[in-house]
């Protein structure tokens, strides 16, 4: 005969479910003590070891680091290097005129690293009543103001650039504006390569290909000149050698398509 199992008092029962309840509880509440104790503490850390004592900033070529320190540490909590990590990481800054993107990230508890990738420059305007080198976009708008100067890019000549302010159009009359932004961009189109473009006293347009000035007049039919510039300077490489010269492209139409290169004296 099986033995019948006996069922434990019901009181007994009772007790030992709340001391089951009373040990997840007591458990449960020493895990959450424990959380929000090393949150304090490591809060706590945070503020009292971890405060800006140096930044370094890379990847500017012409931006002075501190105004760059000013764009991105801009509020009264960028005092502290994690909290620069973190806003900087789910919140970047928008809208700084010269930098394309940029990282905050932290070399020590005291020491930042800001690295930034700058945007791309179209050319140069010269300011020679201050003496400093205005440099702007493929908008024409201002990205960095400096007396650094970058070989290798189109300068603008024959323009009195008034005060600029970065973020702002480059400081020269507006047909000047539109006129520079029309021609750079067709340039691009046809991948004809310029050092400088001159703004002439009649209003007309002239610019260098290597050795090459080439006489572009107005920007009326800017697109069939370009195109028609492209078109020749295989042949002048190939026939002359590169030599230089001004090619004249000034009275270029639909009948007329013929354009006069006169070699240098």
């Not at 089951?20 to 809060?43: C, P």
């Not at 909590?77 to 994690?82: E, G, H, I, L, M």
Request: proline residues 3%; hydrophobic residues 40%; glycine residues 4%.
């Amino acid at each position: 005969m099986r033995n019948k199992k006996t069922r434990e008092p019901e009181e007994v029962s009772r007790v030992k479910r709340v001391k089951r309840e009373s040990k997840v509880k007591y458990y449960f509440f020493n895990i959450i003590l424990g959380i929000v104790i090393f949150t304090l503490m490591a809060a706590m850390f945070i503020v009292f070891f971890c405060q800006v004592q140096k930044v370094t900033v890379e990847g500017s070529v012409v931006n002075d680091p501190a105004i760059i320190q000013a764009y991105i540490l801009d509020d009264e909590y960028s005092k502290n290097a994690v909290y620069d990590v973190v806003k900087n990481f789910f919140k970047p800054k928008k809208g700084i005129p010269f930098v394309e993107k940029y990282t905050v990230t932290m070399k020590s508890l005291n020491h930042l690293l800001i690295t930034v990738t700058e945007k791309p420059r179209s050319g140069i305007l010269v300011d020679e009543a201050a003496g400093q080198y205005i440099y702007f976009d493929d908008e024409g708008v201002v990205t960095e103001i400096s007396n650094i100067y970058l070989s290798d890019l189109l300068v603008v000549t024959g323009v009195t650039p008034k005060s600029a302010t970065i973020g702002k159009y480059i400081p020269i009359k507006k047909v000047q504006r539109r006129s520079l932004l029309a021609l750079i961009k067709m340039l691009k189109k046809y991948d004809v390569s310029v050092s400088s473009i001159n703004f002439d006293e009649d209003g007309t347009l002239s610019f260098v290909h290597e050795t090459m000035t080439v006489s572009l007049g107005t920007i009326s039919r800017l697109e069939d000149k370009i195109h028609r510039l492209s078109q020749i300077i295989p042949k002048w490489e190939e026939q002359t050698g590169s030599a230089p010269g001004t090619l004249y492209l000034d009275d270029l139409t639909e009948e007329n398509t013929d354009a006069v290169f006169k070699r240098a004296q």
